[in-house]
């Protein structure tokens, strides 16, 4: 079966062809500019080199016609007939607690995304888009919504209740959903595949560090807490986001800077985190160059975020009673060294301990603790496309069989 992957922005609309008898990258792309001029690049399995082109998208309509016709091309392309995709499978952010699971997008499923808007209005709108565009491009193909959210909905209540006055939860779903879904999902599912044990025997804290970050701790397979909330500015401090802070700064900013609420928080998502402590950068990468060069604001933000990142898994080792392994993931987990290293430093009497050598790697998957560590620590990349494509397979096999 080859799946479509298709990750719809305001302006922008990513994707993949993967085949998932080889779990292979057939192509894969990016369409940007929506609504402005347009530009696609895309990248076949025949070459290395990338396709660039200017083409003109007014709509997301436009742009999934660009990427059929890219798929379909004789130089660039990887197919020869549109109806070599079965399926199609979209990333859509908030699932609100309409869904636990990946579910066929049907009518009735636009209908409890679009309910769900008011809890994403940034992401939403634009992953509706997206499957409307493909649905008016593609037809009937059958087509799988993969959420955010979904893999937090197993949750107890005690772990995503804010301490609000209960009528709000009722009136508002106001509560925590956590993000970052399939990817927690993805690489607690390859942590048990490298441990060799059934992910139901196991206890993780799984950390998902890039330019937003969140960190979810798994009981037997099933996430039972994490740290982004309502909206992704919860948790730790991030590239731009200023993580959890009292809720009075924001009363007491927007008078004392003669904003609104909403500006404030537009600050403490945009503007905010490593950005807004060090003044330098959101990018690790920069932060490190700075801090190179003496820049102790740099430093701050580093270990500001590395503190935050130890404070979460020492929350979640006391909420679970213990851990088996703690997995780093995305640009920053899988990637930056220091930030491992800092993270698990003096953990020694949990039984945490990475071997500095190991460390030196990034970017692959490994065991980077200690032989005779008594918790694993691992890097894995992570692959939210691969996680959706599965999906995808998964269910319209099933709906095929019914
Ligand atoms: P993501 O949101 O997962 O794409 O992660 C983006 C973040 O990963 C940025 O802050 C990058 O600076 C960081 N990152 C990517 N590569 C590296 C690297 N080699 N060393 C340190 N940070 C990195």
Request: charged share 25%.
């Amino acid at each position: 079966m080859k799946v479509l992957v298709i990750n719809a922005g305001s302006s922008s609309l990513k994707y993949q062809l993967i085949d998932m008898d080889t779990k292979a990258v057939m192509a894969k792309g990016l369409c940007e500019r929506i609504g402005i001029d347009g530009k696609l690049t895309h990248q076949g399995n025949k070459t290395e080199e990338k396709y660039k082109a200017d083409i003109a998208m007014p709509t997301h309509s436009d742009a999934i016609k660009a990427v059929i016709d890219i798929l379909l091309d004789k130089e660039w392309g990887v197919i020869s007939d549109m109806s070599e995709i079965d399926a199609v499978g979209h990333r859509v952010v908030h699932g609100g607690e309409y869904f636990a699971d990946s579910v066929i997008i049907t009518d009735k499923v636009i209908k409890a995304i679009e309910a769900c808007i008011p809890l994403a209005p940034l992401h939403n709108p634009p992953n509706l888009t997206g499957i409307n565009a493909c649905r008016e491009v593609m037809g009937d193909v059958p087509m799988v919504a993969v959420f955010d959210t979904a893999f937090h909905q197993s949750m107890p209540q005690k772990s995503y209740m804010y301490a609000v006055p209960y009528e709000y939860y009722q009136k508002y779903k106001i509560r925590r959903y956590g993000f970052h879904g399939t990817s927690h999902k993805y690489v607690s599912q390859q942590a048990a595949e490298m441990l060799g044990r059934p992910i139901e025997s196991l206890k993780l804290i799984t950390c998902h560090l890039g330019n937003g970050s969140s960190i979810a701790a798994i009981d037997g397979g099933r996430s039972v807490d994490t740290s982004m909330g309502f909206t992704p500015i919860d948790g730790l401090p991030m590239g731009t986001r200023s993580g959890n802070i009292d809720p009075s700064i924001i009363e007491f900013l927007a008078e004392h800077e003669n904003m609104s609420a909403a500006e404030v928080i537009n600050i403490l998502n945009k503007k905010s985190g490593m950005l807004g402590i060090s003044g330098v950068s959101s990018d690790f990468r920069d932060l490190d160059v700075a801090i190179n060069e003496g820049n102790n604001r740099a430093a701050l933000a580093k270990d500001m975020f590395n503190t935050s990142v130890k404070k979460i898994i020492g929350s979640y080792i006391a909420e679970m009673g213990g851990v088996d392994a703690i997995i780093f993931t995305a640009g920053v987990g899988e990637n930056d060294r220091s930030v491992r290293w800092d993270v698990c430093e003096h953990m020694e009497y949990l039984g945490i301990k990475i071997d500095p050598e190991k460390n030196k790697y990034r970017g692959r998957q490994m065991d980077i603790s200690i032989d005779y560590a008594r918790v694993r620590v691992l890097v894995i990349p992570t692959n939210e496309e691969l996680v959706i494509a599965q999906d995808t397979e998964r269910l319209v096999k099933e709906a095929q069989a019914k």
